[in-house]
């Protein structure tokens, strides 16, 4: 994957993906290397995601849908329903995220275990939160409305 010019076309190689997945799980919610920098620097709309022992929040993306691929391991999501007590989100520079809100837990979603192979279509507005007791990757690709 060295040397992409991200103004172009480029192919991402299974092979390439298995040695992201390759690396050991950290605690938490990760994005992964090197799509995470790539990612941020050029504004690519997919990462993998890792979630390891990890109870994540509810959230709502306003202006984006989320597509995901399950690369490997299980995870618990909940779709749709409201959010309880939503809140915008705010950046690690202090700034307010008007695209995206958070909460601790959905009211009324439907809940679904995602496994390797499975794909889960997340429309912009549209509450969502997962969990893992183990480890699970994930290709998220954000989808922005037109």
Known sequence: MNNINLRTSF?????????VCATPPII???LLEPLKSM???HGLPFK?????????????HLREGDLWYCLEGEASFVYGGALVE?????????TKDENELFAKEI???TEVMMTSGD??????GQAHQHSCAGTA????IKIPLQ
Do not use: T, Y
């Open 107 to 109: 009211s009324g979603g």
């Open 48 to 60: 993998i995601l890792e979630d390891h022992q990890v109870s994540n929040d509810a959230e709502v």
């Open 11 to 19: 192919l991402l190689k299974k092979k390439d993906i298995d040695v």
């Open 39 to 41: 990612a941020i620097e």
């Open 86 to 94: 939503p809140q915008i989100k705010i950046r690690k520079d202090g």
């Open 137 to 140: 990757r994930f290709m998220i």
């Open 119 to 124: 794909w889960l279509w997340i429309p912009a």
């Open 28 to 30: 938490g919610k990760n």
